[in-house]
């Protein structure tokens, strides 16, 4: 368990710095995640600001708190994590349930709108800090070469899960080319007349 629990504590540190980093990184950023949380419509207009430095800030927190090498303080993140992706999870998911397809401003800009992928993303996450959270409470000890192999392994983990709207985005166009390309090999449809 104790492997586990580095393995969960790298994936959401890296998700939490990245979700954190790419928010607030600029004057740009920042407005672009404001302006799609009012696009959301699950926030009043005038709380729209204070949800997003709480969302930031508290992000951030987990990130560090996930980063601290001692089982209290790892609990404590991924009981923070757990609820804070739970809320998310509930503001996407009740937009989704009423057609609102705002861009998901997850981990900073992109155009993919809020939809079930990230849904099911944010119960896998919420799932790793409770695996998390239980691995932090157990009892046991981890030998360093593999506490670093399941460490990297998170972190990767982590990275790839931030970058996977990316990663899709870059496979579609090739799949929508081979279309392109096999249809024009075809060549145009001629029809035949017969006088």
């Not at 004057?27 to 430095?53: D, G, I, Y």
Request: with cysteine; proline share 5%; charged share 10%.
């Amino acid at each position: 368990m104790r492997y586990l629990e580095v393995t969960c504590r790298l994936l959401l540190a890296a998700v939490f710095v990245v979700a954190a980093f790419n928010k607030a990184s600029g004057k740009t950023a920042w407005l672009s995640f404001v302006q799609s949380l009012h696009q959301l419509r699950q926030v009043p207009a005038s709380l729209v600001r204070p949800v997003a430095v709480a969302a930031v800030t508290t992000e951030t927190t987990v990130a560090l708190l996930l980063l601290v090498p001692v089982r209290a303080v790892g609990a404590a993140g991924f009981a923070v994590a757990a609820g804070l992706l739970l809320a998310f999870t509930v503001v996407i998911g009740l937009a989704v349930s009423r057609g609102n397809r705002a861009p998901c401003r997850c981990f900073g800009a992109s155009r993919v709108p809020l939809g079930m992928p990230h849904v099911i993303r944010n119960l896998v996450l919420i799932l790793a800090a409770v695996l998390g959270l239980i691995g932090a409470l157990s009892e046991g000890t981890a030998e360093v070469p593999y506490a670093l192999l399941a460490g990297t392994g998170g972190l990767i983990l982590g990275i790839l899960i931030t970058a996977a709207e990316d990663i899709v985005a870059l496979v579609k166009p090739i799949g929508t080319l081979r279309s392109v390309s096999a249809t024009s090999t075809r060549g145009p449809h001629r029809t035949s007349r017969s006088d």
